[in-house]
């Protein structure tokens, strides 16, 4: 994809996409994550948001941003969340849900300015993607965008990347035992 007249064959240094990584045990990655995704598909630029657990039968407010904003496309590539009590895939299955949602962002690389590859740190952390695999895609980036979230994110991925949050928990209602509310969490 072209961006302000620079076609991929000519991508350098100067051009390249920035990496930005939301990582930590506190809330708010994917949030940070969607609100710059937001941003970028208001200011024009073409947006796709890939993610590693969520599932297309959670009924998420998230999912509706994309039918708000039509150049922004959203993949919910994921078998929920591994190893978790509420987990009902295999292991197996949520190995190929990861591989499937890394095979979609390669593809979507050429076709977007930003890219958001949700819990894809976790994938890694979780054993389903190897490390390497996300360091050669954020290789082949030329200048899209990308934007990273999940919990231990590693030095190498630290090390590769522009911008680095680690947003730390302090306090969560769910520590009391309060559930996920409809419009703050999902």
Request: aromatic share 6%; glycine share 8%.
């Amino acid at each position: 994809m072209a961006e302000k007249g620079i076609h991929r064959a000519e991508v350098t240094r100067e051009n390249t996409g920035l990496i930005y990584i939301f990582t930590g045990e506190g809330k708010g990655k994917t949030s940070a994550a969607l609100w710059t995704a937001m941003r970028a598909a208001l200011s024009g630029k073409k947006v796709a948001i890939v993610h590693w657990y969520k599932e297309a039968r959670w009924p998420t407010n998230d999912q509706k941003i994309k039918d708000l904003l039509p150049n922004l496309q959203d993949y919910l590539m994921g078998q929920g969340f591994y190893k978790l009590r509420t987990d009902h895939a295999s292991e197996d299955e949520h190995h190929r849900a990861a591989k499937s949602a890394l095979a979609k962002a390669l593809d979507l690389l050429p076709e977007v300015d930003v890219l958001v590859l949700d819990e894809i740190i976790n994938a890694v952390s979780d054993g389903l993607l190897d490390e390497s695999e996300v360091l050669n895609m954020l290789a082949k980036r030329g200048p899209t965008h990308l934007i990273l979230t999940g919990r231990g994110a590693s030095d190498t991925l630290i090390n590769q990347a522009d911008l680095v949050t680690e947003m730390r928990q302090i306090k969560h209602p769910f520590d009391k035992g309060q559930k996920a509310i409809n419009g703050l969490d999902y």
